[in-house]
């Protein structure tokens, strides 16, 4: 029986952060001691297979005996021996430190399309993916379908692009089949920049074949014979994995002259993107692609009809590639059956913030965002009450409390005035001050902005300038009607998307979360206490033990006190920092 | 060609299908405001300032890059494009020196005139402004980063027309700048295309610092005297001093001209210029004399070469900075008058 | 220098690239795009020099001054940045007297950056120490590392 004995030890960039060699080390050490002989492996590591999602478990055990799979949760190197002793050698699970009820519940309401050989499959075997059908879609295309049944299949699929704008991918591959030039580009853009969301870069690392063989199929469809995948260089892993997927697909035959036998030539280049968010805009990603600064230019002409080089070409991000495979193996039917009448299929979201679970889902389109933060993500980390979910990172926009029960689907947000996205989720609890998730996000987009048109450029550094008054106390009757001012007259007047979706994110917490604009400008405080600017500190005398933490933590020498004699902040001094709040272990630090 | 038919503020048009809409409505006498568009260079549409409004599309669109297109309904004054081109108005000169004043460029400024025509005074939005300490220290052209509203004429200019790229966008967001590389002081060849496309006071030549903006400036209109391209340029002149030189864009030369012809007029009033003939006497020194008196002491020397050695033993040189007409003249004058084809010119610059 | 210079441009010139391509390896090469490598490749391409400085000011990972010795990385994406990754920031650079612009600690030890988003996001606040992942950390902790590193 120890023979058949595997222990799996999630290894992706979670579980590393976790201790998760640590843990390999010590399984080692424990088996050797034991005398038992196992096999360790490493899950979700660069030779094994991807990442399963449930990340803030980590580091997770797996330990398979024959058919039955067990899986440990939150396991420290420390922990290792016992699991040997009474799970291996003895036969006795330890049953305090498995995975909860929340494990399972994790995965009920997920269904896996995109994500579906993620953690299942080791991405960097060609094998293991044509084990599980890959390249059978595109092979069926190639050999059996015309150009023009693939992208019909597709557009009945109701597929839609997964990058943010949602727009109807067999439309967008119609259009480029019909724009005329015998040089045709398709580009996969994996310049994944919304601050929150990894899900690209988890399909690249965890399938990169399913990448590559929607690209194929992409483009047959529109007759393009050169591609290009814009990838991020902050990701090396995801870089290497699909470097050598592209090579395993070459030497098949899958790439190159005469793929599966047809008379189809098509191959793949990747491009480094060098760190620019507005290289997600299309027309930027170009730019960046010739060499260029990533600076948009205005459309049309469209790159369907002038894209890379001037020529044709399609854009579609990572996950819209990553689901033709299924599509075209399980057929549009199949695929239109999940999701809602105009937002078909499943989408995947980085689930983050102050959530018990986070991780990447994948979901049907059309579930509730009650579903995935009660069910899915467990609630609330801290406990304290759920405040609002964010969604769709700089460009998209804060949804309350009080509308959980809507359905998340393209029109349902944007009628709640925010987006799908990219599919970043950020959840906030009472200790987020709204004010300052919104000149968060306008930081990161004025700092991004590529400045060549006046609005976005300037304007978006107005709107940051009027935030920061705001946060700091300086705040002034008039300047929630400056932001509405400001925040329309960019979002009509911007050239490029990034422009046009900034103020969002300032726009959504103004409608529902006015009542803390208001507070910080008129009352001078922060409800949720977390503007710097207008909170003091004090120590309440009474319950200070002279601990002497505060004192050595104030950067600014602001606390002052002798030992066994209640510390004092002098406010005249003090930075505002926090330090001594974080530091002080019996609660004696007040801050209003 | 293809033409198609649109309507422009309920005016039919028709025109060649390869136009856009502002190249369009130009034509027809339809102005619309604009910045960073220029009619010699390439679109840009950065500036937002010359949205129009096309009947089913939804969003105002820029005119100077959309291509026309048969049937199109489009509007270019609304109250709210109005008040759209207002807000970009409010934006630039919250990022601008309000020093109309002192600035070199005031009442050829286009901003200006835009900020005129909108009363536009720029303190709506005030907020931080870009500050830049160093100025460049190239002999012609002031560059003020500062007053600069990155249209992006300038970088444009020297790629499209001159083909020298000195220039390019730096950095990006608040803190984009027109830049050299590696932001040293500009060393190019002064040609000043640059200077002559920029709509603000940003880029003005550094002679003409403080000599005269229009208050009894007067304008001649003449053509470059340095080279037989004959550039046509406009002199710019106060207390019968020369202040300025510039060219008109409809001009043959498109206002377009070279670093001498924009900036190599100083020698025209310097105290080392010859006003007046010299002969050299015997004794070596220079004397003054008069044109006649010159002219024929040149002549009788030319007579008594070719006397006593053929006329083979004289040759000219002209110049390239005469006319077609003054060389035809020239070597008339060789080969008739002195009777050698011994003639040639310079030919360059 | 001149050799790998040498070996940037012949690949270049085989395999075909373009200015962003030469700027990633010599920056892969150096650390960070020496001025003399963009005069070089200017002189020997005939690309403006002024294109290779637009282009490197433009995106964000390209440094024009050399890069110390270590490098932190503090992840400033949403998920990090409601766990206070502004705080913890702002801590290190404080200790080490550097700012967002001056980011190299004068001695030439230490870059402290910031990065948009690591991915790490279910173990916000992250920061990068020499590229090792510290998830769930705090100011202290970063600062107690950074010491050690100095130590080495």
């Known amino acids: ?592 | 060609m293809a033409m198609v038919s649109l309507t422009i503020n309920g005016k039919k048009i028709t025109v060649p299908d390869d136009l856009t809409i502002l190249e369009a409505a130009n034509r027809h006498g339809i102005a619309i405001p604009n910045l960073c568009k220029h009619p010699q260079l390439t679109p840009f549409g950065g500036c937002r300032l010359c949205v129009v409004e096309i009947k089913g599309v939804p969003r105002p669109v820029a005119s100077c890059t959309t291509p026309v297109n048969e049937g199109m309904e489009i509007t270019t004054v609304t109250e709210q494009l109005e008040q759209h081109r207002k807000f970009v108005l409010e934006l630039i000169l919250s990022d601008h020196p309000n020093d109309c004043m002192t600035c070199e460029s005031t009442g050829s400024c286009q901003l200006q005139e835009l900020a005129y025509t909108y009363g536009v005074k720029g303190q709506e939005y005030a907020g931080e402004r870009r500050t830049y300490a160093k100025k460049d220290g190239n002999p012609f052209i002031e560059r003020d980063l500062e007053k600069c509203i990155l249209c992006g004429r300038c970088v444009k200019v020297c790629q499209e027309i001159q083909g020298v790229e000195a220039i390019d966008f730096g950095y990006r967001g608040f803190k984009s700048k027109i830049t050299t590389a590696y932001e040293d002081d500009l060393n190019c060849e002064f040609c000043g295309q640059c200077v002559h496309v920029c709509p603000t006071g940003a880029l003005t030549g550094k002679l003409w610092k403080r000599k005269g903006r229009y208050e009894g400036v007067k304008e001649t209109d003449t053509v470059c005297p340095y080279c037989g391209t004959g550039c046509n340029i406009t002199v710019h002149s106060k207390n019968n001093e020369i202040i300025r030189i510039t060219s008109r864009p409809w001009t043959w030369n498109e206002g377009f001209l070279c670093v001498k012809g924009r900036f190599g007029y100083p020698f025209v009033s310097s105290p080392d210029r010859l006003t007046k003939p010299l002969i050299k006497r015997k004794s070596g020194e220079f004397e003054e004399t008069t044109w006649t008196a010159a002219l024929e002491y040149t002549a009788s020397w030319f007579r008594k070469i070719r006397e006593e050695h053929g006329p083979d033993a004289l040759g000219g040189l002209s110049s390239a900075r005469c006319t077609n007409e003054e060389n035809y003249l020239f070597q008339k004058f060789m080969r008739a008058g002195i009777g050698t084809n011994n003639v040639d010119h310079c030919a360059r610059l | 220098m001149q050799k790998t210079l040498d070996n940037i441009l012949s690949r270049y010139r085989e395999s075909g690239g373009n200015v962003i391509s030469l700027l990633q390896e010599t920056q892969d090469a150096f650390g960070y795009v020496p001025r003399e490598a963009v005069q070089f490749f200017s002189r020997e391409l005939g690309i403006a020099a002024s294109k290779f400085y637009g282009v490197a000011t433009f995106y964000a990972q390209f440094r024009l001054r050399p890069v110390g010795k270590h490098k932190v990385t503090a992840c400033c994406g949403t998920a990090c940045h409601v766990r206070g990754a502004e705080r913890i920031m702002s801590g290190i650079q404080r200790e080490l007297h550097v700012t967002d612009e001056e980011d190299t600690t004068t001695d030439g030890q230490i870059t402290v950056e910031k990065v948009a988003c690591l991915g790490f996001c279910s173990f916000a606040p992250v920061v990068l120490v020499d590229g090792a992942v510290h998830g769930k950390t705090t100011t202290d902790a970063v600062i107690k590392e950074i010491k050690s590193l100095r130590k080495k």
């Open chain 1, 1 to 592: 029986m120890a023979s058949e004995t595997l222990i799996r030890v999630c290894m992706g960039p979670a579980g590393i952060a976790a201790g998760g060699k640590q843990v390999i080390e010590a399984f080692h050490a424990a088996l050797v001691d034991a005398g038992v002989s196992a096999q360790v492996r490493e899950r979700c590591s660069s030779h094994q297979v991807g990442c399963m999602g449930l990340c803030a478990r980590d580091v997770l055990v797996e330990v398979h005996q024959g058919d039955v799979k067990t899986v440990y949760q939150y396991i420290k190197p420390d922990m290792v021996q016992r699991i040997v002793d009474e799970h291996l050698v003895a036969g006795k699970p330890i049953t305090e430190w498995l995975v909860d009820e929340v494990y399972a519940s994790f995965y009920r309401k997920q269904i896996k399309v995109v994500l579906a050989d993620c953690g299942r499959i080791d991405p960097e075997d060609i094998d293991a993916y044509e084990a599980v059908k890959g390249y059978e879609a595109a092979r069926e295309c190639l050999t059996n379908r015309r150009p023009e049944e693939v992208i019909e299949e597709v557009k009945m699929s109701g597929l839609r692009g997964r990058g943010g704008a949602g727009f109807p991918t067999g439309l967008k591959w119609e259009l480029g089949r019909k724009s005329r030039g015998d040089d045709k580009y398709i580009i996969c853009n994996a310049d994944e920049g919304d601050p929150g969301a990894f899900m690209d870069r988890a399909v690249i690392e965890g399938s990169p074949h399913a990448v590559i063989e929607g690209m194929i199929i992409g483009a047959f469809s529109m007759g393009a014979r050169n591609g290009y995948v814009y990838i991020r260089a902050e990701y090396p892993l995801a870089v290497e994995r699909l470097k050598k997927a592209l090579d395993q697909a070459r030497t098949r035959g899958y790439l190159g002259k005469g793929i599966f036998g047809s008379a189809f030539d098509f191959d793949i280049k990747i491009k480094l993107g060098a760190g620019a968010f507005v290289c997600g805009e299309e027309t930027a990603l170009i730019a960046s692609i010739e060499g260029m600064r990533g600076m948009p230019r205005p459309k049309p002409p469209f790159p369907v009809n002038r894209g890379l080089w001037q020529k044709p070409t399609v854009i579609n991000n990572v996950e819209t590639f990553a689901n033709i495979p299924a599509i075209i193996r399980n057929g549009c039917g199949w695929y239109a059956g999940f999701g809602t009448d105009k937002s078909k299929g499943t989408k995947v979201f980085a689930l983050t913030g102050k959530i018990k679970n986070p991780g990447l889902i994948e979901v049907p389109m059309g579930i509730t965002l009650r579903e995935i933060i009660e069910e899915i993500g467990g609630g609330i980390e801290s406990g304290r009450p759920f405040k609002a979910v964010q969604t769709g990172g700089p460009s998209g926009g804060c949804i309350p409390a009080s509308m959980l029960d809507i359905a998340v689907d393209y029109e349902s947000l944007a009628k709640v005035g925010s987006i799908v996205g990219s599919g970043g989720m950020i959840v906030l609890d009472a200790d987020d001050c709204m004010v300052n998730v919104a000149k968060y996000f306008v930081q990161f987009t004025q700092s991004e902005s590529c400045g060549k048109c006046v609005p976005c450029r300037v304007g978006t550094k107005r709107v940051l300038e009027t935030l920061e008054r705001i946060t700091t106390g300086k705040g002034k009757e008039d300047d929630i009607e400056r932001l509405e001012k400001l925040a329309g007259g960019i979002k009509a007047m911007s050239l490029c998307g990034l422009g046009q979706t900034a103020p969002n994110p300032v726009l959504s917490t103004l409608k529902y979360f006015r009542d803390e604009y208001e507070a910080h400008i008129r009352d001078k405080k922060c409800p949720a206490k977390v503007c710097k600017g207008l909170l003091t500190y004090s120590i309440d005398e009474a319950t200070c033990k002279a601990c002497g933490a505060c004192l050595r933590a104030c950067p600014s020498g602001a606390v002052s006190g002798e030992k066994k004699k209640p510390h004092r902040i002098d406010a005249a001094k003090c930075v505002r920092c926090g330090a001594c709040f974080e530091v002080c272990k019996f609660g004696s630090v007040n801050r209003e």
